[in-house]
């Protein structure tokens, strides 16, 4: 894959409990133009670009130094947007949404063709989170597309909880840095695959698997 390329970020400071639209437009304008942005959202610091146009998709990969084998996820503003991405949203599926989104859990699926596979690595399944951010909600609202995200960091890096840490990691190779000071919770989300109806714990972030499964009725894992 070939390497980053350098582009000149901007620090955009925002009130995380009262983000203005305006400060948060040209950010949004950058997501849907393909270019790529850093973001707080309730566990880490994203980044993200527009998942629809797979040269973006690329350029994050690029800028993190990802593996090409591991896939990005998409990120959604409301709960509902997953069934315009995921093939089968099944019962297990929606009771997790309708307890934890918005909220730090990531839940895999079957997806549709409209999925790029540069999203999803090649993969015919795409994890979608919905998180309980209101900056991370704004900014997909504001740009109109879902945006395909990773944690923003260099791969093997700890996940930046601050957008200092991220300035560390990404300054440079991302167009913007939104400062919403630090993320609440400051763990990745929980990883769940519901691609079939039995669920399967991916990752335990924030949210327990002991948790979710006694919500499921289901014996722990």
């Not at 993190?64 to 084998?69: I, L, Q, Y």
């Not at 840095?177 to 990752?203: A, F, H, Q, Y």
Request: charged content about 25%; some cysteine.
């Amino acid at each position: 894959m070939a390497g980053f390329v350098p582009r000149e970020t901007k620090l955009v400071a925002i009130d995380p409990h009262n983000p203005k639209t305006e400060q948060l437009v040209p950010v949004a304008e950058a997501a849907w133009a393909g270019e790529l942005i850093v973001f707080p959202t309730d566990t880490v610091y994203g980044m993200g670009t527009n998942a629809m146009i797979p040269e973006a998709d690329l350029a994050i990969f690029a800028a993190k130094e990802r593996p090409a084998d591991k896939p990005l996820i998409l990120m959604i503003a409301n709960p509902a947007d997953a069934e315009r991405y995921a093939r089968v949203v099944n019962p297990v599926a929606k009771k997790l949404i309708e307890e934890y989104w918005p909220g730090p859990l990531t839940l895999i699926f079957k997806k549709k063709p409209i999925v790029p596979d540069e999203v999803t690595a090649g993969s015919e399944t795409v994890g979608i989170r919905c998180p309980d951010s209101l900056i991370s909600r704004m900014i997909i609202e504001l740009a109109g597309v879902v945006l395909a995200t990773t944690s923003a960091n260099i791969a093997d890096n700890p996940s930046p909880k601050t957008a200092d840490e991220a300035k560390e990691n990404l300054w440079g190779r991302v167009s913007y840095i939104v400062d919403g000071g630090t993320t609440e919770l400051g763990i990745e989300s929980t990883v769940v695959d519901v691609s079939s109806p039995e669920p399967k714990l991916i990752r335990e972030g924030f949210l327990s698997w002991k948790d979710l499964s006694a919500k499921l009725g289901l014996s722990k894992q």
